[in-house]
């Protein structure tokens, strides 16, 4: 049975933007959640109530971890309180209710976690309109579609949807998912269900109560500080040299949020776990177009991915799940061992390898295999030159736009017009008859199928190839690096792969049980994150934050990662320290601390390939073969573009098979 909790989460569900009815304020949500709660308690007989009192009719745990812990608070207290209490003592739960109930329905299968803030109703639930046995017990129909025929006819409410409409009433959730003339129309109806409830009309009122807003009035807000610099360059030195130690100090010295000069650009920083807690859920205020339109231009593509927000951004997420997502891989391990295998058949054993772009050709060629059905490995070079260039000079500005008439850059570019048409050409439907799709197969067929949402002058071709060199590459490199460092974690990781390998070809839930290896990747990604810094937005409403006012407007420059390396979350936070995710520690369960694949709605969608690939290519190598760095006591160096990039050497021993 759902508990009301998880039933007021859909009925707020967004099934377009994947979020939960932005219009309520957290405080709105948080208190009729803890009415929920009540309610449930209510009706399993553990709790009564009167005009004027809530009492305790039964202390026995209900083995309930959305219930138990309120049911605890009440049989410990000993004064006589009222609902209003209680809600009120309830709701300071904050998100702990929001997140157990969602991750509830996401382990029924109701809710699938796209990111850590977008829920999308599952394939099932979308399409039957009805929720997936729970408990042994029938099939129950969507919450929303049956309010909604609650309410727009005569019909006789179930007991329980009596409860729901009157919690969602009390705290004017109608008015955010209906329309004004809908509600006028239904607010007789509401009022005569409201009368039908006698189980929680006390709770209803002490929600009404906790709910009112208390008189506008103007609110004086702080001067956003700016974080000190040079004349006329402003903190352009300090955000090129080490960007990441300059938000840092910024945020020990003025708190999570500040300015930022760079001659003549100017940005608001939002930096620490407060930031990204409040990023993670605010994406209503957020956008990515503005900081993509040139770069998208210089491509030959209208939109993509990546500068798309709201809905649109949202459905082409949904869209693209087989596309970008571990499904990409889903019986193709084999396929990806094999191009790791030939590689490595190809290397010689008396010359050192370059760590970086030996993992760059790897992980293309896995791509091409997995995402394009062709071999790409010969446009290597041109890939990087045309992304790392369309990148430096359109998103992080580091180089004029004349650097793009270079020749090595204007070659880069006409190659890729060349292989765009050659990936076209390849995905003709006659050629395609009879084999599997792909990824450009799936996204040819949402042209077709819808061309006013992604219309031609949106196809972008090359998009998947972007989801492996600066994201599983770089990270197998870091992490390769370190296993060569530390012979007895890499023994481990051996070990574990061995024991994978024994059993036949893994699936992509099997590479989900290397513990030791899952770890050592998690711990990778801390200390060399993908976005190792930061993220731009455009604000698109204004907000407030920790006392401060953001326009609309203004440039974000968002550190999601900058707690990676602070020793307050993450103790001596320079070592390499795989126990740092164990059970015991979960120093990465704070809240906004750790987030290597970004947050909020353009959280990294092919986060889970990524982990899936890493983990099988790091168990695969390892297995294969014996390596050891050249020199044994290179030191690894970095170079900081967009991302970070790892340069190191090592040496093939021999194959083990």
């Known amino acids: 049975m759902l508990r009301f909790a998880e039933e007021i989460l859909l009925l707020l569900h967004n099934e377009d933007r994947g979020d939960f009815a932005t219009g309520l304020t957290p405080n709105t949500l948080n208190i009729v959640l803890a009415g929920a709660v009540l309610m449930d308690l209510a009706l399993e007989n553990r709790i009564d109530t009167d005009l004027d009192h809530l009492f305790l009719a039964d202390a026995t745990p209900l083995e309930d971890d959305l219930l138990d812990p309120t049911l605890a608070d009440i049989a410990r207290d000993t004064n006589t309180r009222d609902a209003s209490y209680w809600v009120a003592q309830t709701a300071k739960r904050d998100d702990k209710i929001r997140d157990k109930a969602l991750t509830r329905l996401v382990n029924r299968g109701i809710l699938e976690a796209e990111s850590e803030d977008i829920f999308l109703l599952s394939r099932l639930v979308s399409r039957s309109r009805r929720y997936p046995t729970i408990d042994g017990k029938t099939t129950v129909e969507e919450v929303r579609l049956r309010i909604m025929r609650v309410l727009f006819t005569d019909e006789i409410p179930d007991p329980r949807d009596i409860v729901i409409i009157c919690l969602a009433d009390a705290c004017g959730v109608f008015k955010n998912i209906l329309s004004q003339s809908e509600l006028s129309e239904v607010q007789d109806r509401i009022e005569l269900i409201r009368r039908m409830d006698l189980i929680g009309q006390s709770v209803t009122r002490a929600i009404q109560k906790l709910d009112k807003e208390p008189p506008t009035t103007p609110r004086r807000f702080k001067k956003i500080p700016q974080a000190p610099g040079l004349p006329l360059v402003g903190n352009t030195i300090g955000m090129m040299r080490d960007l990441r130690s300059l938000l840092v100090k910024q945020y020990r010295n003025s708190g999570p949020i500040f300015r930022l000069k760079a001659f003549n ?24 177009l503005e900081n993509w339109v040139d770069y998208n231009k210089a491509g030959g593509v209208g939109r993509n991915i990546i500068s798309m927000d709201g809905p649109e951004h949202i459905r082409l997420r949904k869209e693209l799940a087989d596309v970008y997502t571990h499904r990409l891989i889903e019986g193709r391990v084999a396929d990806v061992v094999r191009v790791l295998q030939q590689d490595i058949a190809g290397w010689p054993q008396d010359k050192p390898l370059p760590g ?83 990824s450009i197969d799936l996204l040819l067929e949402l042209h077709r199928r819808d061309p006013q949402f992604l219309p031609e002058t949106d196809l972008d071709m090359l998009g998947p190839l972007t989801a492996g060199l600066d994201t599983v590459a770089n990270t197998c490199a870091f992490m390769l690096y370190e296993l060569l460092k530390r012979p007895d974690l890499r023994e481990q990781v051996i070990a574990e792969a061995d024991a994978l390998f024994d059993q036949g070809m893994p699936t992509v839930s099997d590479l989900r049980q290397l513990d030791v290896l899952h770890r050592t990747a998690m711990e990778t990604l801390r200390l060399y994150p993908l976005a190792p810094v930061m993220s731009l937005r455009t604000v698109a409403n204004s907000f407030e934050f920790e006392g401060y006012k953001v326009s609309a407007g203004e440039t974000l420059l968002i550190g999601f990662t900058v707690p990676h390396r602070m020793s307050e979350y993450f103790p001596n936070p320079e070592c390499f320290d795989i126990d740092r995710y164990t059970a015991e520690r979960a120093e990465h369960r704070q809240h906004g601390v750790y987030a290597p694949f970004g947050l909020g709605a353009h959280r990294c969608l092919g986060s889970n390939l990524a982990e899936a690939l890493i983990a099988l290519n790091m168990a695969t190598i390892l297995r294969e073969t014996e390596l050891v760095l050249d020199p044994p006591n290179c030191e690894l160096k970095t170079k900081q573009t967009y991302s970070l990039l790892p340069y190191f050497k090592f040496r093939l021993v021999r194959r083990h098979r």
């Open 356 to 438: 970086l772009y030996t993992w760059q050709r790897i992980v293309l060629d896995q791509i091409g295999v997995l995402a394009l059905s062709m071999p790409v490995r010969d446009y290597l070079d041109d890939i990087m030159v045309y992304f790392h260039s369309k990148m430096k000079t359109y998103i992080m500005r580091q180089q004029p736009r004349l650097m793009l008439y270079r020749p090595r850059v204007r070659r880069a570019f006409k190659r890729m017009e060349e292989l765009t048409q050659r990936i076209l050409a390849d995905h003709e439907p006659e050629k395609r008859r009879n084999k599997p799709p792909d």
């Open 265 to 288: 650009r100017r940005f608001i920083a939002l930096v620490g776990p407060e930031a990204n807690t409040f990023v993670k859920r605010g994406g209503k205020y957020f956008r990515t």
